[in-house]
């Protein structure tokens, strides 16, 4: 293997060094370019594009890997929680049993809210959308929280790390609250922090809190599916945020704004609402199958389609079983996932999904569990924000870690030449 690309144009040939990950994906460093050429190079969408070097997740699309630190995604979902893998993709390795009790500690010891918190979150409309609470209000912790932190003390970082830890579930659990109209309470410093995060979100003040494995299980399942996914639509947001020094959770905040897009995290409440539309309109999928291949319908199957993995989604296979086992564990009979299976059928089928490979994502079944476990709709891409927390914070903290240089991409200007400002009245 060369190491070193060319690139010849008119005349000249410029040399770029190729250098080759741990998995052999291979880069062109193109640091040089315009230094040396006067040129830059445009990729829309950075389909093409590397913005880093990052250690934490691997994930080949063609072959439908996905890999924490190394560990595969299966293998974590099957045997981790979610704490483990928290304290994995933000501190490299899985903890040993003291680690973990100690962060476990040090999160319990965090997880109050400031009360002032609750006026904020008073003066939203009940029909304010979540992902645009959660937003605010992990923006608004910076107020409570106004120390801006040194990257380069451990300290400083473990404290920020272990106080959004801690206080985002309660954000989360409060913004759903808020919206079933729920009193704002607090959890339960017994518990692990995934059931606490079910206690807090769903226990009705006049009953006493109930622990059900089944939903436990999925909920850590869940979370962990969506913990990291490298630098996506979100994660490059928050790195991007925080690669002008804007603190934690202001760099989070802006991440939570990325991913409520539905071409992103967005996507998980389109896709129900997509479900629910197909079974009020009679349940014909191919009736919305024909919409989807329309070119002049702006349709799509949303849970379908992924920038990288064009072979499989792996958190898909995972999802598709565990939603299957929910349902059944709960009695649960739902016509949506009926609707959900007949056309993930079709779509497999159909040369237009085919070609393009086209397969569903990880959204396409999360919510139908979602929908399972009590969870209104307009809350899914908040359960997303909670689960993808620690890729962003690990995420985050490496960019700063790797003193990366803010972010700043260039253009190519194609709008109108120099020309003389004529006055209003000439115009
Ligand atoms: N339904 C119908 N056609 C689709 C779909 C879909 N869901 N997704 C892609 N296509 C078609 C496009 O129209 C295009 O067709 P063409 O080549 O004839 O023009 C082709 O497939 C390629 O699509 P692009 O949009 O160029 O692919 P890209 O990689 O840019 O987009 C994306 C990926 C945004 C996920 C897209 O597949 C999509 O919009 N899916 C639906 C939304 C969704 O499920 N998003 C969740 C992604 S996962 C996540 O964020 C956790």
Not at 56 to 82: H, M, N, Q, V
Not at 264 to 274: K, P
Not at 389 to 412: D, F, H, S, T, Y
Request: proline residues 5%; contains cysteine.
């Amino acid at each position: 293997m060369s190491d070193k690309a060319l690139l010849q144009y008119q005349d000249k040939t410029f040399e770029f060094p190729v250098i080759q990950g741990s998995e052999n994906e291979l880069a062109i460093d193109i640091k040089t370019l315009r230094a040396q050429s006067g040129m830059i190079t445009i990729d829309p969408g950075f389909k093409n594009t590397g913005s880093c070097e990052s250690a934490i997740t691997f994930l080949d699309g063609e072959k439908g890997i996905l890999r924490y630190r190394g560990y595969s995604i299966e293998d974590l979902a099957e045997k981790a929680t979610f704490l483990e893998v928290v304290y994995l993709l933000i501190f490299r390795e899985l903890p040993k049993a003291d680690a973990l009790a100690a962060f476990q500690k040090d999160i319990v010891a965090e997880s109050h809210v400031d009360e002032e918190m609750k006026k904020i979150l008073d003066g939203f409309p009940k029909s304010a959308h979540p992902m645009g609470v959660l937003a605010s209000l992990t923006s608004a912790l910076i107020s409570f929280n106004p120390n801006s932190v040194n990257a380069s003390s451990d300290k400083e970082m473990y404290a920020a790390i272990v106080r959004i830890v801690a206080k985002f579930p309660v954000l989360v659990a409060w913004t759903m609250r808020k919206k079933k109209g729920l009193p704002l309470d607090y959890g339960d410093d017994s518990l692990g922090y995934v059931e606490n995060i079910h206690k807090m979100m769903f226990k009705k003040p006049s009953q006493e809190y109930t622990k059900n494995k089944v939903i436990i299980d999925a909920l850590n399942k869940l979370l962990i599916l969506h913990a990291d996914h490298e630098q996506n639509c979100s994660t490059s947001t928050v790195r991007i945020v925080g690669s002008s020094h804007a603190g934690l959770f202001a760099s989070l905040s802006a991440g939570i704004s990325a991913l409520w897009g539905p071409l992103h995290g967005g996507a998980n409440q389109a896709v129900l609402e997509m479900l629910e539309a197909i079974e009020a309109d009679g349940g014909d999928t191919k009736k919305y199958m024909a919409k989807a291949k329309d070119k002049n319908d702006p349709f799509r199957l949303m849970g379908f389609g992924h920038r990288v993995y064009k072979n499989f989604d792996p958190r898909a296979k995972i999802i598709k079983k565990a939603a299957d086992e929910v349902l059944n564990d709960l009695g649960i009979d739902d016509p949506i996932l009926a609707i959900a299976k007949g056309l993930e059928k079709e779509a497999l089928e159909d040369p237009y999904f085919v070609e393009r490979k086209l397969y569903p994502n990880v959204d396409f079944y999360s919510g139908i569990i979602y929908r399972a476990l009590g969870i209104p709709t307009e809350m899914f891409t908040v359960m997303f924000a909670l689960g993808r927390l620690p890729g962003w914070i690990a995420q985050w903290k490496e960019m700063r870690e790797n003193n990366e240089p803010i972010g700043r991409p260039r253009q190519v200007y194609i709008g109108e030449n120099f020309r003389d400002f004529v006055p209003v009245e000439n115009r």
